[in-house]
C-alpha cells in the first residue's frame, strides 16, 4: 500500500474532485474548490489513482508546520471510491508527514478507528435527517416544542424567501450578535462560500422576514454526494424571539422531502443545539477528532 504525500501543486484537482464525486462517503467540504476557501494551503495523501485520499488542512506559524480544522469544515479525514476499512484509515494516519508538529483534525463518520496512545481521540455527534419520506411524515417526527415554534414565527408573521445576494446575510452577520463569534476573515471566508456555492449551483440561501420586512434570520445550505450540509445559521434577537429559525428550517425540509438526500446539521456537542436539531427528528451520529501533540518542550505545554 504506497500512500504517496502531495503538495498543493502537486494534486490533480480533476482526479481529486472525482475521487470526493464517487466517494462512498464523500462531503461537499473535501472538494478542491471548497478546501482552497477554506485552507489555502491544503495538501494530501493519495492511494493509487486517487481512488482513496486525505487532505491534508496544513499551515505554518513560528516556523512549526501543524494540521488544523478549518472553520465551516464539520469533517474532513480519509475519502474512498471503495471500501474504507479501519486499517486503510490508520494507515492514512501513519503516513501524514513527520514534519507536522501539532495535528488537531477530525475525522469522518466513516473513520472511526483505534489509534495508539499517543493520540487523543474525542467523540463527536453530527445530526442528520433522511429526507427520502414525504413532508407529512416527517413532520410527524418533529417534537411539541419545535412544532409549538413553527407556529409562533407563523403567528409573528415571519415569512421565508429563497435566494438572498451573500451581501444580505454578511449584513445580518455584522449587525447581530453573531458577529461576536466571527472575525473579519471567518467573514470573509463565509462571504467566498456562499459565492462559491451559488456559482456551481450547489448552494442554496433561506432568509427569514419579520412582519416589517427586515431580514431577522438566514441558512446557508450546500448540496453535494447527495447530502445537504446546514454550513450557516444567522439569528438576530428578533429571530430568536419569533421562532423565526424553526420556520426556517422547516420550509427547507419542505421544498426537499421526498428526495433521496441527508440533511446534516452540522452538530453538535452543545446541548442546546443538539435539543434544537433533535426537535427535527434528526438522529445522533459520531465522528472523531484526533490530537497528536509532537511540539518540543516548553510548546508542547501550551497546546494540551
Not at 424567501?161 to 455584522?174: A, C, D, Q, R, Y
Request: include cysteine; glycine fraction near 4%.
Amino acid at each position: 500500500m504506497e500512500i504517496k504525500y502531495l503538495k498543493q501543486g502537486e494534486i490533480d484537482i480533476k482526479k481529486w474532485d472525482k475521487c470526493i464525486a464517487d466517494s462512498i462517503n464523500g462531503i461537499v467540504y473535501a472538494y478542491s474548490w471548497y478546501l482552497d476557501i477554506v485552507c489555502s494551503k491544503w495538501e494530501a495523501l493519495v492511494l493509487g489513482d486517487y481512488e482513496t485520499v486525505m487532505p491534508l488542512t496544513a499551515n505554518k506559524k513560528y516556523y512549526i508546520n501543524y494540521l488544523y480544522q478549518p472553520f465551516f469544515t464539520q469533517q474532513l479525514g480519509v475519502f474512498s471510491t471503495h471500501k474504507l476499512d479501519d486499517e486503510i484509515v490508520k494507515a492514512f494516519i501513519e503516513n501524514i508527514p513527520s514534519k507536522f508538529k501539532f495535528i488537531q483534525i477530525n475525522l469522518n463518520k466513516y473513520n472511526l478507528i483505534n489509534l495508539p496512545k499517543n493520540y487523543k481521540i474525542k467523540t463527536n455527534k453530527t445530526f442528520e435527517i433522511d429526507l427520502i419520506e414525504n413532508y407529512e411524515d416527517i413532520f410527524r417526527k418533529y417534537n411539541k416544542n419545535t412544532i409549538r415554534n413553527i407556529r409562533k414565527a407563523i403567528n409573528k408573521k415571519i415569512s421565508i424567501i429563497k435566494g438572498l445576494t451573500p451581501n444580505e446575510v454578511i449584513n445580518l452577520i455584522e449587525n447581530s450578535e453573531q458577529n461576536q463569534n466571527l472575525n473579519q476573515k471567518q467573514i470573509s471566508i463565509i462571504r467566498k462560500l456562499i459565492a462559491s456555492a451559488i456559482r456551481y449551483k450547489s448552494g442554496r440561501l433561506y432568509g427569514a422576514y419579520d412582519k416589517n420586512n427586515t431580514l431577522c434570520g438566514a441558512g446557508f445550505f450546500v448540496f453535494s454526494n447527495n447530502k445537504v450540509c446546514f454550513i450557516l445559521s444567522v439569528s438576530n434577537e428578533e429571530a430568536k424571539n419569533s421562532g423565526a429559525m424553526f420556520l426556517l428550517i422547516d420550509e427547507f425540509i419542505k421544498d426537499n422531502s421526498g428526495r433521496n438526500i441527508i440533511l446534516d446539521f452540522e452538530g453538535s456537542n452543545i446541548e442546546g443545539v443538539a435539543r434544537f436539531y433533535a426537535g427535527f427528528g434528526a438522529k445522533p451520529f459520531n465522528y472523531i477528532s484526533i490530537k497528536l501533540n509532537k511540539l518540543f518542550y516548553p510548546l508542547r505545554f501550551f497546546k494540551k
